[in-house]
């Protein structure tokens, strides 16, 4: 699971140097092929300029603490009654509290870098640089910065604490997705200000956040 | 000095639009042509508003709260009240900022309260602002799902997508549907555009990679989008007509790239919805603006299955 993760994620960081994609051209500029990235391999499994076996396995360190916490996810959800497929706002918000109640009881000792670990930070920042000192970076940054005209700081925010209300849930581009290690459904990577944030997005808490993630 | 500077700026500009404005739009607010800086429009082109025929409308990137959508949402109801359209297609990006209680009723609820009341139902699909609790909304009639399929008549059927967290799962799934589909007609919903002229987000190259051929394959007729704040009628890609919608509330005024060369109309100095009408073998569309002008208008013909 872990050697198919890092594959995956290698694979995929490499994408995000030749794909210059979101871009109005006819077709998607080839990213170099490599032999585990052939010219022939679709879009969902291409590959841009292979990481360093050190960052893939600086990667792979999320991969058991983003497991952990799915599994914790999972568990407290059974526990939860079961949200009805058509759910009032009410109901909704309602589940969504509790599910946070929750999560943040069991995971009341969690700190900064439990999940985007110290090794795979520095990593992520430089895959992140890469993505926005592209072609096409300049674009992309307007794109998560629009409707994201928060300072992530003066929010205060902290691992574990509830996604605020009034803060905008922001655009993260296919280039940042493709170039970051993959998630279930239960959490999503967002920016807040120039912060990454690893989102619950059932219980709306903040599972971890890397602080100035974004280049300036 | 700076305000007269700027005076005479948006004189200018004013004089530049009016004068190149397209005669066959009949678009006007006072004395300027809002189609001015647009390509230009053919003659409108009426729905037909056939007894039996399916009617429905088209709204994306809208749920700001703001006098705008609201104003686009009387629009809505103005229609309805001589052209009865049961279903809405949301293209995503339903709630912006907060997604508490109050929000689903000032940013949904509230501004289309008359279509609701009259029974229209809202099918949506979800953008990059939308949080995925909104899937068991019940007036999203999404059944809980991220995507989900829905057939309003058994010759017409919408594949409701999601693009901002796509999967393999999705895709493959995608495929059994399409493939398992005997509808004719064959619509594909989703927020982020496989063509568009947007220069804040433009053409999802990486999603077209993926999405297109099965479009192509399993004869998908149409395609409709958002993300991008403008309406856009992009020139038919491999048979498949595309439509960004994503002027329901937010707007990005100016925003079309016109050296794109895949415009067959754009529309982006105002908030605009579309509404349709599929019978037998063509879909007639209308886009809409806030003051109520048909911007563009058209029919199109289905893909044929040839065997």
Redesign the interface.
Known sequence: MSATRSVVVSLVAAAVLALGACTRGDSPPAPPATSASPASAPATERVVGPLTPADAQALATMNDRLKEYVDLHTKIERSLPTLPKEATPVQIDKNQRAFEKLMREARATAKPGDIFTPEARPVIKRLLAAVFGGPDGKQLKASIMDENPVDAAALKLTVNGRYPDTVPLTTVPPQVLQTLPKLTEDLEYRFVGDWLILLDTHAHVIADFIDNALPK | MRTRHLSLIVLLFLFIVTGVGDRNSGITAGTIRLEARQSPAGPLVPLPNRAGSFKFGVLGDFGTGSQAQYQLAEQMVTLHGRFKYDTVVLVGDNL??????Q???KKFELPYKPLLDAGVKFYASLG??????QR???LFNM??N?YYTFNPSPDIRFFMLES??P??EQ?DWLEKELKASGSNWKIAVFH?PLY??GD???????????LEPLFVKYHVSVVLNGHDHFYERVKPQKGIAYFVVGSGGQLRVGNI?RA?G?TAKGFDTDQAFMAAEITGDEMYFNAISRLGQTVDSGVLTRRKITP
């Open positions: 912006y900022g907060s997604q508490r209680p929000d689903f009723k990059n602002h939308d949080a995925r609790e068991s909304y019940k059944g809980g991220l901002s967290y999967t393999p895709f982020h568009s002229s804040r987000h433009g053409s999802d190259l990486l999603l077209r990679e993926v790239d794109s895949i």
